[in-house]
């Protein structure tokens, strides 16, 4: 069967610009996200450069990945980043005690994951530890990394072989201090954070984008507390607010905390129940802009959800605490619903981190046990979608009134799409939920004329076909020809469970 729906799109309307930096990545020292995964060491058979695995830089650079978050999550509040420095045979150890208990040797430290992102092209997310370290640590660690002359801890890089500071636009006072970043009260947070960000100092050119450790989920009343804490009203001037961006997270989870379900064996319930819980990010960002636009009329105050994807049961025989999952078309379908989600909201949110890059959560690349890589689904959704990035988004208006699904008590609408245009050129992302029927979809272009399309799909026979080391494409974007000029714009055929881009001049 088929279903029938219109997309109205006034090309000379132009909304927000969507920032890059919603492309976001994450990687934490947790399983084999950084060692194994972004890391092998110098003495490795895996090329490299300085340890950093090759291949996987080779396959993110194609994502144009515009922001890299580190050392984490959980463990940034457990990470003191002076046993990250100097000789790495004389880094102390630790225990990683958030993720599989497991020893942390500090071999991949600042200097490393600053390499890493050169490599990467990627600008630099550091997110302090506010939970165990100290103020002093944390402005010891800033004035490290982008301190130019001469200072104690200029020099100390400086006899760690690097002379040069680095540009590190964006910086991250704490992670989840609601939990396992120092199960603290939101009152007693937005004070330490306003602290904190005192003595994050900018150094020489360098500004810092501070970002406080915002709410989970729904919890509005954590966002409120920061943002009315965001100025400092009679106290020593300021030039500006103590933090530019506030955080939130929101993982996708079909099932429960304890039993979230298998990423590849799904039934057509669980598919569509794990599409709802996605969609449920659109709620969210209105819910946290609504409280941000009460005390930041002006949008001046980033929305910044530096934690999101899926998550599912690790997968059979591996480490639980290493959180290593399989990644299918419907991981791809959560993706390309996402995006279209942050484009909408291009207004305030600001930056949105993906967990995690390498091997863990919903990541963009695996390595298996034979050191190959695997792009995911999730992967090719971030590749077909790169032309959004600092793209001016458009507004899509859908009319589809049978492209719905009743899931449980509520329902899922099944089509989702968004556009942008940059260069005279118009980008449309257009998923089909529906895990049965195709779409028949005409595309009413407005304001101005669109050429000739050039169309890619991604989709597979079932929305639980996967890739592997030994079907590497199972699930790989193809040139799709079900897209025609029509008069006043295009129509496209979407098949079942399928994500599709299209791109076309504009004159
Ligand atoms: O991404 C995995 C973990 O999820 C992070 O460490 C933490 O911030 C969140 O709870």
Redesign the pocket.
């Known amino acids: 069967p088929e279903k029938i729906g219109t997309a109205v799109i006034n090309l000379d309307l132009e909304g927000p610009v969507i920032s890059r930096h919603l492309y976001g990545h994450f990687a ?1 020292h ?1 399983g084999r996200c950084v060692y194994g995964g972004f890391w092998v060491g110098e003495d490795s058979d895996i090329p490299n450069e300085g340890g950093i695995r090759l291949d996987v830089v080779e396959a993110l650079r194609k994502l144009n990945v515009p922001n890299l978050r580190w050392p ?4 940034a509040d457990e990470y003191h980043w002076q046993d990250g420095i100097g000789p790495r045979a004389e880094r102390p150890r630790m225990v990683n005690t ?1 993720w599989g208990d497991v020893e942390e040797n500090n071999h991949f430290g600042t200097h490393e994951f600053m390499a890493l992102c050169e490599l990467l092209g990627a600008d630099p997310y550091i997110s302090g530890n506010v939970g165990s370290g100290t103020v002093k640590e944390m402005s010891d660690w800033v004035e490290y990394l982008t301190r130019p002359g001469d200072s104690p801890m200029a020099r100390l890089r400086r006899g760690n072989g690097r002379d040069e500071p680095w540009r590190v636009p964006f910086w991250g006072l704490g ?2 201090t609601w ?2 970043g120092g199960n603290m009260r939101a009152e007693h947070y937005a004070d330490l954070a306003r602290q904190y960000a005192t003595y994050c100092r900018d150094h020489g050119d360098n500004t810092l984008y501070r970002i406080a450790a915002g709410a989970s989920d729904d919890d509005y009343a954590w966002t409120e507390t920061l943002m009315k804490q965001i100025s400092c009203f009679g106290c020593e001037a300021t030039p500006r607010n103590f933090f530019q961006g506030v955080s939130f ?1 929101y993982y996708t989870i079909a099932g429960t905390w304890e039993a979230k379900g298998s990423a590849t064996e799904f039934t057509a319930d669980e598919y569509y129940r794990t599409l709802v819980r996605a969609q449920r990010v659109d709620r969210l960002i209105s819910g946290h802009s609504a409280v941000m636009d009460c005390y930041d009329p002006g949008r001046k105050v980033g929305l910044v959800l530096d ?1 999101w994807g899926t998550w599912w049961d690790v997968e059979p025989g591996t480490n639980p605490g290493f ?1 290593h999952q399989q990644n299918t078309l419907r991981d791809a379908m959560v993706a390309g619903l996402h995006f279209d989600i942050f484009h909408r909201h291009a207004e305030r949110l600001f930056m949105a981190n993906i ?2 890059t390498v091997n ?2 919903q990541a963009m690349v695996l390595t298996d046990d034979r050191e190959r890589l695997i792009l995911t689904p999730t992967y090719h959704v971030f590749e077909m979608n790169k032309g959004h990035q600092d793209a001016t988004s458009l507004a899509v208006h859908l009319r589809a009134p049978d492209a719905k699904r009743a899931v449980g008590d509520g329902e899922l609408e099944t089509l989702s799409a968004s556009a942008s245009v940059r260069d005279d050129r118009v980008l449309i992302s257009l998923t089909n939920l529906d895990a049965e029927d195709s779409v028949a979809l005409t595309l009413d272009l407005r304001g101005r004329t669109a050429g000739e399309p050039a169309a890619r799909i991604l989709t597979a026979e079932r929305p639980q076909a996967f890739n592997t080391g030994d079907a590497p494409d199972t699930v790989a974007p193809r040139a799709f020809d079900g897209v025609e000029r029509v008069p006043g714009g295009l129509r496209a055929v979407l098949p079942p469970h399928s994500f599709v881009t299209i791109e076309a001049p504009l004159s």
């Open positions: 934490e947790l984490g999550g959980c463990f958030h992670n989840e939990g396992c997270h934690e959180l967990a995690q863990v959560l």
